[in-house]
């Protein structure tokens, strides 16, 4: 089946610095996208989803943005923290059909 | 806070033996998945069950794996016998009932670490 990808595979970023993450989905039936955190030793953990019918969805911290011209989207997050470094996943599903498509994931270094 | 319990969280095993991971999923969810994470295949779906009923296993090697749910409070994969390449973190999430109010997404366990030797 089709499946997301993600453009860069690790990311350093300065403690303060603004930090991105890019996502690139390929099934357009896809109708909800989530951000999944996943630290060293522990299981993914919800941040962030978006709908299809929305193209910006803030959290605390947090940002995603959806352009479905381009099947892209992204994940920002604010003045990064080291406790923001970890493995970042977005995922896309069909809504009633409960089974993620993940990516590979990035993993984003947070240099104090 | 509920959270889904997976058991064993690290289980070292020589080829050949039997390996059995369970998952406890949050109360009230129906749908109830398992993955496998490596390394160079990154999160792989494995099975997964709704009302217990398994939905889709075709990620699952049908000839040593096995998952059911005896209840809706405990799901268990199985892998009979274990190879070297069984080597994984094995994660079990589940999902609350669709529109139920939140995000519909997965709730995902601490994982089982598991090595075959």
């Known amino acids: 089946g089709e499946s997301v990808g993600l453009h860069l595979p690790t990311l350093s970023v300065q403690e303060g610095d603004n930090s991105i993450i890019n996502c690139a989905y390929s099934?357009?039936?896809?109708?909800?996208f989530i951000w999944y955190k996943q630290e060293s030793g522990k299981g993914p953990q919800f941040i962030i989803d978006?709908?299809?019918?929305?193209d910006k969805r803030q959290g605390q911290r947090v940002t995603v943005l959806l352009n479905k011209t381009v099947k892209h989207l992204s994940l920002q997050i604010a003045a990064t923290q080291p406790g923001d470094s970890a493995v970042y996943f977005c995922a896309d599903i069909q809504t009633g059909a409960n089974n993620l498509f993940f990516g590979t994931g990035t993993r984003l270094t947070v240099i104090p | 806070d509920a959270r889904v319990t997976q058991t064993p969280r690290h289980k070292v095993t020589e080829m050949g033996q039997e390996v059995t991971m369970r998952c406890q999923p949050i109360l009230g969810h129906n749908t109830v998945f398992w993955y496998r994470q490596t390394m160079m295949q990154g999160l792989e779906l494995l099975a997964y069950f709704r009302n217990r009923a398994p939905l889709d296993d075709s990620g699952m090697p049908k000839d040593r794996f096995s998952a059911e749910m005896p209840d809706a409070t405990l799901a268990t994969l199985k892998i009979q016998p274990s190879e070297p390449r069984d080597s994984a973190v094995y994660f079990c999430a589940s999902v609350p009932p669709l529109y139920s109010g939140g995000p519909d997404t997965q709730y995902f366990g601490p994982g089982t670490r598991l090595t075959v030797l």
């Open positions: 978006i709908r299809s019918n929305m």
């Open positions: 099934n357009s039936a896809s109708d909800y």
